[in-house]
């Protein structure tokens, strides 16, 4: 089984192939986000089109380093939703096209879904059951994972997601967008402590999320400071590290606690906001000192990409799935949705 992944949910076009035996021949990404960055979010419209535009190029290349033909596929895998549902179409009408020009089945694939099983493209995989904590800049799921396919929602975002909360955030500050590796960057120059930040939901005994209190409360913080003069370098630095230590201080206590809730002890983070630096190392020391063990993808995979949808497409065909003549696009598409199979 050698399957073609494509990833267009948002704003990044990902391609990549898969093989059930050899892994991860090859994968291509385009990132949108400089398109983007001048109106400080994704524009659905432009996003669409420049799918389209580059997909044909990325597959071709995609192919070509994996040395490879069309002909040597024999199935492609394409993101169904969760997403922009003219950025879903982009690929799926693609993805539609080449299947039905090679004879091949496609099969549609949850986008959540993937970032949760990404960290098998490192060859690393933890054992069922696991906790899994996928952080986007759409969602921000605690999910209890018992097999593939089985999965049971144990938290989500009340209001805006994680990374959400790192692009509107950044926005306040006047940096650009995708605002999680800007603040990042601008908080190595902050001084701890100086702007505090409310840790949303800290010690909550439910496992839900919501970040939109903080946003409003950088937004007062920077009021408060303007009202006394122009924010200068060091309180803009000091500002996006209170940020940042807030986001993820709530996604340490939220974990922690469904870590207890569930006795797992196995983590597994993803999604684009489980690349953020700060968050890897104080998990990872919170984890080792709980005797838990967590699981990372590299920060390529953890935000957008084709090769986890390459990946799940092919455990997915390989164990059997049926695959759709047409996948429909679900821009809204919960993960405890999706039906349960065995890898093969
Ligand atoms: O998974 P992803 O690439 O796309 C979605 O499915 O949403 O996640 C994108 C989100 C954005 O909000 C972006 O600001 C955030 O992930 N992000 C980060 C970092 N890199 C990306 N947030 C914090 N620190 C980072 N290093
Ligand atoms: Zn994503």
């Not at 050899?22 to 990404?29: D, E, M």
């Not at 400080?40 to 996003?47: C, I, K, M, R, S």
């Not at 003069?229 to 590290?241: E, I, T, V």
């Not at 590299?298 to 759709?324: F, H, K, S, V």
Request: glycine letters at 12%.
């Amino acid at each position: 089984m050698r399957v073609l992944g494509i990833e267009t949910s948002c704003d990044e076009t990902g391609v990549a192939i898969y093989e059930a035996r050899r892994g991860l021949l090859a994968h291509r990404l385009y990132s949108q986000a400089r398109q983007h960055a001048e109106f400080g979010g994704v524009v659905p419209e432009l996003a669409s089109r420049d799918h389209l535009r580059r997909l044909a190029a990325l597959t071709d290349g995609a192919l070509s380093d994996a040395g490879l033909r069309k002909p040597d596929l024999n199935g492609i895998a394409c993101t169904a939703g969760p997403g922009l549902i003219g950025a879903l179409l982009s690929g799926l009408v693609f993805a539609h096209g080449l299947a039905r020009a090679l004879g091949v089945p496609i099969i549609g694939v949850h986008h959540m879904e993937a970032h949760l099983l990404a960290p098998l493209l490192e060859g690393d995989s933890p054992d069922f059951p696991y906790l899994a904590l996928l952080v986007s800049g759409g969602h921000s799921l605690l999910v209890d994972v018992s097999g593939y396919g089985e999965y049971r929602m144990l938290g989500e975002s009340l209001d805006d997601a994680a990374g959400e909360a790192f692009d509107k955030g950044a926005k306040l500050l006047g940096l650009s967008y995708p605002g999680g590796p800007e603040i990042a960057k601008l908080a190595e120059h902050g001084e701890a402590g100086r702007f505090r930040l409310p840790t949303p939901m800290s010690g909550r005994r439910e496992l839900n999320f919501s970040f939109s209190g903080l946003k409003t409360a950088l937004l007062y913080k920077i009021r408060d400071l303007e009202a006394e003069g122009p924010l200068d370098d060091h309180d803009r630095a000091s500002l996006a590290l209170a940020l940042e230590t807030a986001i993820v201080e709530s996604l340490l206590d939220r974990a922690t606690r469904a870590l207890e809730k569930t006795g797992h002890d196995r983590l597994v983070v993803a999604g684009g906001v489980g690349a953020n630096r700060r968050l890897r190392q104080q998990l990872k020391a919170r984890c080792d000192a709980e005797g838990v063990r967590v699981y990372y993808p590299r920060p390529e995979y953890c935000t957008d990409n084709g090769a986890m949808i390459a990946l799940t497409g092919c455990l997915r065909l390989a164990g059997g799935a049926q695959p759709a003549a047409v996948p429909e696009p679900r821009p809204r598409w919960n993960l405890s949705e999706v039906t349960p199979f065995s890898a093969e």
